[in-house]
């Protein structure tokens, strides 16, 4: 089958995009990798990490480190308040009504499993239906495949058409009184398929199902409006979207949060505890919020946010929709290779396999040309069995990668292809 090359060159980034400025905000970017210069093209399974967002570690470890909430000293006020200080910035990222919508996990896994764990559990029985997607990643599926054995709701899977692109009329068929929760990514990590979520929410309300919209490839890329796309349930990462690891974010609409039981016990989501007259727990978010959490990791992802939006999530979006027109254009010249994911709507990921050749030798021979890219099933092996594969090669995009980066990408794939041929 033909590579579908992009018709049309997407329009030119507006401001002048300063991706040499940009990059200095990155230190390991001027690092070597077997002596050639890093090309770090592995940035849906992590990106990374500007200086401004390193240097909040040292300074909380350094001033201000406190456990949060319940301390009446100064370094536990300052840090309450760097903590705190995230949620509002994350509550204004995603556009959402209010902070105390927004619970801190450790990532889009954790928050998915607090919607199937609290929600799914007090809400789903036998008979009811969760839709997910055909390109969902596992951390979509399992948690579902998990509840699902132990109460027997049903779980249904929404086909996909061969660019790549959800079927939508399978969708609408699929939806019933008997569906309670649509549960799909925003943009496909695999393929880089972007869904129609504002399309498919509505479709959902109408039949009196919700959303939960797995947003860890979209919110480095686009601007997020929960209200907008009318979100029930909305989870991404920190570490995809310049920050750390170990802290994600789930927005939930305050009535179901307000009505969801906790899903873990501990310090910080109580009101009361007795052995005698019952525990209370406290209000959101803090009902869902266990523990001491990472706060040095949720006041960086704030200064991570801080990052994005100095720069602009929309103009990051355009620049990585250059870069992935430049290397879909080269790699469908490419002789027997074929891109998995045409879709028409799609953020930065280039996925393909090469004939006679294996994803994981191409891996591991263009990372001696110091070029990082992502071989295997990316956590999504139901959706390349689809497309009759166990494994592809996925370059994927961020705001500091170039044009140049991209051309040396091509170039040592055509000479890795020539090895191993
Ligand atoms: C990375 C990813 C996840 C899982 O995120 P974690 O940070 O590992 O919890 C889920 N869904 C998609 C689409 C992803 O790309």
Not at 311 to 334: F, K, M, N, P, S
């Amino acid at each position: 089958m033909p590579n579908t090359v992009i018709e049309q060159a997407p329009t030119q980034v507006q401001a002048p995009f300063d991706v040499a400025r940009l990059r200095q905000d990155f230190p390991v970017l001027a690092r070597e990798v077997h002596g050639k210069p890093l090309i770090y093209l592995d940035n849906a399974a992590t990106s990374q990490t500007p200086q401004q967002v390193i240097d909040v570690f040292s300074d909380y470890y350094s001033r201000y480190n406190a456990n949060i909430h319940r301390g009446l000293h100064t370094l536990a006020d300052e840090a309450t308040a760097a903590f705190e200080g995230t949620r509002h910035k994350v509550r204004a990222f995603l556009n959402a009504e209010d902070a105390r919508q927004i619970i801190f996990t450790r990532g889009t896994t954790e928050a998915i499993n607090l919607v199937v764990q609290s929600w799914g559990r007090k809400t789903l029985s036998p008979g009811d239906e969760v839709l997910i997607s055909m390109l969902e990643h596992h951390s979509n599926i399992v948690p579902w495949q998990l509840l699902a054995a132990e109460i027997g709701f049903t779980i249904k899977v929404i086909p996909v058409e061969a660019n790549g692109a959800l079927d939508m009329a399978a969708y609408r068929a699929l939806l019933s009184e008997r569906t309670k929760l649509v549960a799909v990514n925003h943009v496909s990590n695999a393929l880089g398929t972007i869904n129609p979520v504002r399309e498919m929410a509505a479709l959902a309300h109408q039949h009196g199902a919700l959303i939960l919209i797995d947003g860890a490839q979209a919110a480095p890329h686009q601007v997020v409006d929960v209200q907008a796309i009318d979100a029930d349930f909305y989870a991404f990462s920190g570490h995809k979207v310049y920050g750390p690891t170990g802290v994600g974010v789930l927005y939930g609409k305050q009535a179901l949060l307000e009505a969801m039981p906790p899903w873990q016990g501990g310090g910080e989501m109580i009101k009361t505890v007795s052995f005698g007259a019952g525990t209370t727990f406290a209000d959101i978010p803090h009902k869902f919020e266990a523990g001491t959490p990472a706060i040095a990791e949720v006041i960086a992802l704030g200064r991570a946010l801080e990052w994005v939006e100095s720069v602009g999530v929309d103009a990051i979006g355009e620049w990585e929709g250059q870069l992935l027109y430049r290397a879909t254009q080269a790699a469908g010249r490419i002789d027997g290779l074929r891109i998995l994911g045409t879709a028409p709507q799609k953020a930065g990921v280039l996925s393909f396999v090469v004939e006679r050749a294996h994803s994981q030798d191409i891996g591991l021979l263009i990372d001696q040309l110091g070029v990082a890219i992502r071989t295997g099933h990316h956590c999504a092996q139901p959706l390349l069995h689809h497309f009759g594969v166990d494994a592809t090669c996925r370059a994927s995009f961020a705001a500091y990668n170039t044009l140049e980066e991209v051309d040396s990408f091509i170039e040592a794939l055509n000479r890795v292809i020539g090895m191993v041929r």
